[in-house]
Protein backbone atom coordinates (compact mmCIF):
# COMPACT_ATOMS: atom_id res chain seq x y z
CA UNK A 1 0.00 0.00 0.00
CA UNK A 2 1.25 3.36 -0.72
CA UNK A 3 -0.63 6.03 -0.21
CA UNK A 4 0.19 9.75 2.09
CA UNK A 5 -2.04 11.10 4.77
CA UNK A 6 -2.20 14.78 4.04
CA UNK A 7 -4.72 18.00 4.13
CA UNK A 8 -7.68 18.08 2.09
CA UNK A 9 -7.54 19.92 -1.20
CA UNK A 10 -10.58 21.63 -3.16
CA UNK A 11 -9.72 19.26 -5.65
CA UNK A 12 -10.63 16.50 -3.96
CA UNK A 13 -14.21 17.50 -3.01
CA UNK A 14 -15.91 15.50 -5.86
CA UNK A 15 -14.03 12.00 -4.23
CA UNK A 16 -14.78 13.31 -0.19
CA UNK A 17 -18.35 13.54 -1.34
CA UNK A 18 -18.22 10.08 -3.50
CA UNK A 19 -17.30 8.65 0.18
CA UNK A 20 -19.75 10.64 2.70
CA UNK A 21 -22.24 9.17 0.39
CA UNK A 22 -20.75 6.04 0.38
CA UNK A 23 -20.69 5.96 4.22
CA UNK A 24 -24.43 7.38 4.32
CA UNK A 25 -25.46 4.01 2.31
CA UNK A 26 -23.69 1.59 4.93
CA UNK A 27 -25.53 3.23 7.99
CA UNK A 28 -29.08 2.70 5.96
CA UNK A 29 -29.21 6.29 5.66
CA UNK A 30 -28.83 6.52 1.78
CA UNK A 31 -31.05 10.19 1.46
CA UNK A 32 -29.64 11.87 4.15
CA UNK A 33 -26.70 13.69 1.98
CA UNK A 34 -27.88 16.98 1.33
CA UNK A 35 -24.72 18.55 1.32
CA UNK A 36 -22.91 19.32 -2.39
CA UNK A 37 -18.84 20.34 -3.55
CA UNK A 38 -19.97 23.57 -3.33
CA UNK A 39 -20.86 23.38 0.35
CA UNK A 40 -18.02 21.80 1.39
CA UNK A 41 -15.86 24.14 -0.38
CA UNK A 42 -17.65 27.22 1.26
CA UNK A 43 -17.86 25.77 4.82
CA UNK A 44 -13.89 24.13 4.53
CA UNK A 45 -11.87 26.59 2.74
CA UNK A 46 -13.05 29.99 3.37
CA UNK A 47 -11.72 32.25 6.37
CA UNK A 48 -12.84 30.64 9.16
CA UNK A 49 -13.43 27.08 7.73
CA UNK A 50 -15.87 25.15 9.95
CA UNK A 51 -13.71 21.94 9.67
CA UNK A 52 -10.40 20.40 9.09
CA UNK A 53 -10.05 17.69 6.49
CA UNK A 54 -7.36 14.97 6.52
CA UNK A 55 -7.32 12.30 3.39
CA UNK A 56 -5.41 9.22 2.26
CA UNK A 57 -4.39 9.57 -0.83
CA UNK A 58 -3.20 7.01 -3.56
CA UNK A 59 -1.72 7.94 -6.49
CA UNK A 60 -4.47 10.78 -6.49
CA UNK A 61 -7.38 8.23 -5.59
CA UNK A 62 -8.53 9.29 -1.96
CA UNK A 63 -9.33 6.16 -0.48
CA UNK A 64 -10.15 7.21 3.34
CA UNK A 65 -10.91 10.61 4.77
CA UNK A 66 -11.38 11.77 8.28
CA UNK A 67 -12.97 15.42 9.33
CA UNK A 68 -12.76 17.21 12.35
CA UNK A 69 -13.15 20.56 14.02
CA UNK A 70 -13.76 21.26 17.38
CA UNK A 71 -16.14 21.92 19.90
CA UNK A 72 -16.60 23.46 23.56
CA UNK A 73 -17.08 21.31 26.51
CA UNK A 74 -17.90 22.82 29.43
CA UNK A 75 -16.33 20.42 31.51
CA UNK A 76 -13.02 20.47 29.44
CA UNK A 77 -12.99 23.40 27.31
CA UNK A 78 -12.26 23.06 23.43
CA UNK A 79 -11.82 19.41 22.63
CA UNK A 80 -11.97 17.94 18.88
CA UNK A 81 -14.49 16.35 17.36
CA UNK A 82 -14.47 13.55 14.43
CA UNK A 83 -17.51 13.85 12.78
CA UNK A 84 -16.58 11.46 10.02
CA UNK A 85 -13.65 8.77 9.73
CA UNK A 86 -14.62 6.63 6.66
CA UNK A 87 -12.09 4.21 4.52
CA UNK A 88 -13.67 3.18 0.91
CA UNK A 89 -15.23 -0.13 1.18
CA UNK A 90 -12.40 -2.16 -0.89
CA UNK A 91 -9.43 -0.38 1.04
CA UNK A 92 -10.36 -1.36 3.97
CA UNK A 93 -8.45 -4.00 6.61
CA UNK A 94 -5.11 -2.24 5.47
CA UNK A 95 -4.09 0.06 8.20
CA UNK A 96 -5.68 3.19 6.82
CA UNK A 97 -8.48 3.86 9.27
CA UNK A 98 -5.56 4.05 11.73
CA UNK A 99 -3.07 6.20 9.84
CA UNK A 100 -6.04 8.50 9.81
CA UNK A 101 -6.99 8.27 12.81
CA UNK A 102 -3.61 8.85 14.36
CA UNK A 103 -3.22 11.85 12.14
CA UNK A 104 -6.48 13.35 14.20
CA UNK A 105 -4.80 12.21 17.47
CA UNK A 106 -1.74 14.20 16.59
CA UNK A 107 -3.87 17.20 15.49
CA UNK A 108 -5.85 16.78 19.16
CA UNK A 109 -2.25 17.17 20.92
CA UNK A 110 -1.17 20.25 18.54
CA UNK A 111 -3.92 21.70 19.44
CA UNK A 112 -3.53 20.92 23.31
CA UNK A 113 -7.11 19.71 23.41
CA UNK A 114 -8.20 17.45 26.45
CA UNK A 115 -10.76 15.00 24.30
CA UNK A 116 -11.37 13.39 20.69
CA UNK A 117 -15.23 12.88 20.58
CA UNK A 118 -17.07 11.40 17.93
CA UNK A 119 -20.14 8.87 17.80
CA UNK A 120 -20.75 5.06 16.44
CA UNK A 121 -23.94 3.10 15.57
CA UNK A 122 -24.60 0.56 18.59
CA UNK A 123 -24.73 -2.03 16.02
CA UNK A 124 -21.25 -1.31 13.83
CA UNK A 125 -19.54 -3.65 16.41
CA UNK A 126 -16.29 -4.03 13.76
CA UNK A 127 -16.12 0.34 14.72
CA UNK A 128 -16.43 -0.37 18.42
CA UNK A 129 -13.91 -2.84 18.25
CA UNK A 130 -11.35 -1.01 16.52
CA UNK A 131 -12.35 2.22 18.58
CA UNK A 132 -11.88 0.43 22.00
CA UNK A 133 -8.80 -1.38 20.69
CA UNK A 134 -7.21 2.37 20.22
CA UNK A 135 -8.10 3.28 23.88
CA UNK A 136 -10.84 5.15 23.58
CA UNK A 137 -14.40 4.89 26.07
CA UNK A 138 -17.56 4.09 23.85
CA UNK A 139 -20.37 5.43 26.20
CA UNK A 140 -23.09 3.22 25.55
CA UNK A 141 -25.11 5.46 28.35
CA UNK A 142 -25.05 8.84 26.25
CA UNK A 143 -27.66 8.99 23.41
CA UNK A 144 -27.55 11.42 20.64
CA UNK A 145 -30.74 13.76 20.01
CA UNK A 146 -31.57 15.44 16.90
CA UNK A 147 -34.28 18.04 16.34
CA UNK A 148 -34.50 18.33 12.33
CA UNK A 149 -34.71 20.89 9.65
CA UNK A 150 -38.97 19.70 9.82
CA UNK A 151 -38.67 19.63 13.67
CA UNK A 152 -37.57 23.25 13.86
CA UNK A 153 -40.03 24.63 11.36
CA UNK A 154 -43.04 22.68 13.37
CA UNK A 155 -40.90 23.89 16.98
CA UNK A 156 -41.02 27.46 15.41
CA UNK A 157 -44.42 27.49 14.44
CA UNK A 158 -45.72 26.76 18.37
CA UNK A 159 -44.17 29.27 19.32
CA UNK A 160 -45.86 31.91 16.91
CA UNK A 161 -49.22 32.94 18.38
CA UNK B 1 -42.03 33.74 37.81
CA UNK B 2 -40.06 36.85 36.68
CA UNK B 3 -37.20 36.22 34.69
CA UNK B 4 -35.76 37.32 31.20
CA UNK B 5 -33.84 35.12 28.86
CA UNK B 6 -30.75 36.74 27.21
CA UNK B 7 -27.28 35.90 26.26
CA UNK B 8 -24.79 35.72 28.65
CA UNK B 9 -22.36 38.58 30.24
CA UNK B 10 -19.15 38.16 31.88
CA UNK B 11 -20.50 39.39 35.26
CA UNK B 12 -22.43 36.17 34.92
CA UNK B 13 -19.62 33.49 34.49
CA UNK B 14 -19.35 32.73 37.95
CA UNK B 15 -23.21 31.63 39.08
CA UNK B 16 -22.91 29.82 35.10
CA UNK B 17 -19.92 27.40 36.47
CA UNK B 18 -21.94 26.83 38.96
CA UNK B 19 -24.49 25.37 37.72
CA UNK B 20 -22.30 23.76 35.51
CA UNK B 21 -21.01 21.83 38.53
CA UNK B 22 -24.72 20.99 39.76
CA UNK B 23 -25.13 19.50 36.49
CA UNK B 24 -22.27 17.39 36.50
CA UNK B 25 -22.99 16.41 40.37
CA UNK B 26 -26.56 15.27 39.02
CA UNK B 27 -25.05 13.37 35.91
CA UNK B 28 -22.63 11.68 38.78
CA UNK B 29 -19.72 13.11 37.13
CA UNK B 30 -18.35 15.54 40.44
CA UNK B 31 -15.11 15.78 39.78
CA UNK B 32 -15.11 15.94 35.89
CA UNK B 33 -15.74 20.32 35.35
CA UNK B 34 -11.97 21.35 34.77
CA UNK B 35 -12.87 24.60 33.30
CA UNK B 36 -12.46 27.38 35.18
CA UNK B 37 -14.53 31.12 34.72
CA UNK B 38 -10.97 32.43 33.49
CA UNK B 39 -11.54 29.78 30.64
CA UNK B 40 -15.20 30.42 29.85
CA UNK B 41 -14.24 34.11 29.60
CA UNK B 42 -11.14 34.05 27.21
CA UNK B 43 -13.70 31.25 25.38
CA UNK B 44 -17.03 32.64 25.05
CA UNK B 45 -15.93 36.40 24.91
CA UNK B 46 -13.37 37.03 22.25
CA UNK B 47 -13.58 38.19 18.57
CA UNK B 48 -14.27 33.86 17.47
CA UNK B 49 -16.23 32.79 20.82
CA UNK B 50 -16.21 29.09 21.09
CA UNK B 51 -19.83 29.08 21.93
CA UNK B 52 -23.13 31.35 23.02
CA UNK B 53 -24.86 31.29 25.72
CA UNK B 54 -27.88 31.94 26.81
CA UNK B 55 -28.84 32.69 30.77
CA UNK B 56 -32.22 32.73 32.71
CA UNK B 57 -31.98 35.44 34.91
CA UNK B 58 -34.17 36.39 37.84
CA UNK B 59 -33.56 39.39 39.56
CA UNK B 60 -29.49 39.09 38.53
CA UNK B 61 -29.68 35.63 39.90
CA UNK B 62 -28.85 32.98 37.15
CA UNK B 63 -31.31 30.15 37.31
CA UNK B 64 -30.65 28.12 34.14
CA UNK B 65 -28.56 28.67 31.16
CA UNK B 66 -28.69 27.08 27.60
CA UNK B 67 -24.76 26.85 25.65
CA UNK B 68 -24.76 26.50 21.76
CA UNK B 69 -22.16 26.62 19.69
CA UNK B 70 -22.60 25.52 15.84
CA UNK B 71 -20.80 21.62 13.95
CA UNK B 72 -20.35 20.66 10.70
CA UNK B 73 -22.95 17.72 9.85
CA UNK B 74 -20.85 16.12 6.32
CA UNK B 75 -24.64 15.03 5.75
CA UNK B 76 -26.52 18.28 6.18
CA UNK B 77 -23.49 21.60 6.73
CA UNK B 78 -23.63 23.60 9.76
CA UNK B 79 -25.84 22.43 12.68
CA UNK B 80 -26.35 23.72 15.85
CA UNK B 81 -25.57 22.11 19.23
CA UNK B 82 -26.72 22.45 22.32
CA UNK B 83 -23.67 21.53 24.99
CA UNK B 84 -25.53 22.06 27.55
CA UNK B 85 -29.39 23.04 29.01
CA UNK B 86 -29.36 23.14 33.08
CA UNK B 87 -32.14 24.70 35.29
CA UNK B 88 -30.83 25.03 39.00
CA UNK B 89 -33.00 22.00 40.88
CA UNK B 90 -35.24 24.01 43.24
CA UNK B 91 -36.05 25.66 39.93
CA UNK B 92 -37.08 22.74 37.61
CA UNK B 93 -40.88 22.55 36.71
CA UNK B 94 -41.51 26.32 36.21
CA UNK B 95 -41.14 26.51 32.07
CA UNK B 96 -37.66 27.81 32.45
CA UNK B 97 -36.20 24.77 30.53
CA UNK B 98 -38.69 25.23 27.89
CA UNK B 99 -38.05 29.04 27.60
CA UNK B 100 -34.60 28.66 27.17
CA UNK B 101 -34.81 25.83 25.04
CA UNK B 102 -37.20 28.33 22.24
CA UNK B 103 -34.89 30.64 22.78
CA UNK B 104 -32.04 28.02 21.23
CA UNK B 105 -34.70 26.65 18.16
CA UNK B 106 -35.15 30.62 17.30
CA UNK B 107 -31.23 31.13 17.31
CA UNK B 108 -30.66 27.27 14.95
CA UNK B 109 -34.03 28.74 12.84
CA UNK B 110 -32.23 32.46 12.61
CA UNK B 111 -28.91 30.99 11.83
CA UNK B 112 -30.47 28.61 8.82
CA UNK B 113 -29.27 25.56 10.17
CA UNK B 114 -30.95 22.21 9.43
CA UNK B 115 -30.47 20.52 12.45
CA UNK B 116 -30.11 21.16 16.56
CA UNK B 117 -28.74 18.49 18.16
CA UNK B 118 -27.11 17.46 21.54
CA UNK B 119 -27.18 14.33 24.02
CA UNK B 120 -28.83 12.86 27.20
CA UNK B 121 -27.89 10.38 29.58
CA UNK B 122 -30.07 7.01 28.98
CA UNK B 123 -31.19 7.29 32.17
CA UNK B 124 -32.68 10.64 32.52
CA UNK B 125 -35.82 9.85 31.63
CA UNK B 126 -37.79 13.15 32.33
CA UNK B 127 -35.07 14.87 30.12
CA UNK B 128 -36.28 12.45 27.43
CA UNK B 129 -39.49 12.82 27.96
CA UNK B 130 -39.14 16.61 27.71
CA UNK B 131 -37.13 16.40 24.44
CA UNK B 132 -39.60 14.10 23.09
CA UNK B 133 -42.78 16.49 23.73
CA UNK B 134 -40.45 19.22 21.56
CA UNK B 135 -40.24 16.56 18.91
CA UNK B 136 -36.93 16.05 19.41
CA UNK B 137 -35.68 12.59 18.53
CA UNK B 138 -33.57 10.31 20.52
CA UNK B 139 -31.12 8.31 18.73
CA UNK B 140 -30.92 5.14 20.88
CA UNK B 141 -29.03 3.74 18.76
CA UNK B 142 -25.82 6.35 18.73
CA UNK B 143 -23.20 5.94 21.23
CA UNK B 144 -20.59 8.70 22.14
CA UNK B 145 -16.88 7.80 21.74
CA UNK B 146 -14.19 10.17 24.33
CA UNK B 147 -10.77 9.52 24.03
CA UNK B 148 -9.90 11.25 27.28
CA UNK B 149 -6.44 13.41 27.81
CA UNK B 150 -4.69 10.44 29.51
CA UNK B 151 -5.83 8.57 26.19
CA UNK B 152 -4.28 11.19 24.09
CA UNK B 153 -1.02 10.53 25.77
CA UNK B 154 -1.08 6.91 25.45
CA UNK B 155 -1.90 6.96 21.65
CA UNK B 156 0.91 9.57 20.92
CA UNK B 157 3.22 7.62 23.27
CA UNK B 158 2.66 4.32 21.14
CA UNK B 159 3.36 6.59 17.87
CA UNK B 160 6.86 7.39 18.61
CA UNK B 161 9.46 4.96 18.23
Avoid at 14 to 30: F, S, T, W
Avoid at 125 to 132: N, Q, T, V
Amino acid sequence: MNYQIRKAKISDLDQLLNLIVELAVYEKEPDAVEITVDDLKASGFGTAPDFVCFVADMDTQIIGIALTYTRFSTWKGRVLHLEDLIVSKSMRGKGIGSALLDKVVMHAAALGVKRVCWEVLDWNASAIEFYKAKGADVKRDWNVVHLDQNGIKKYISKLQP
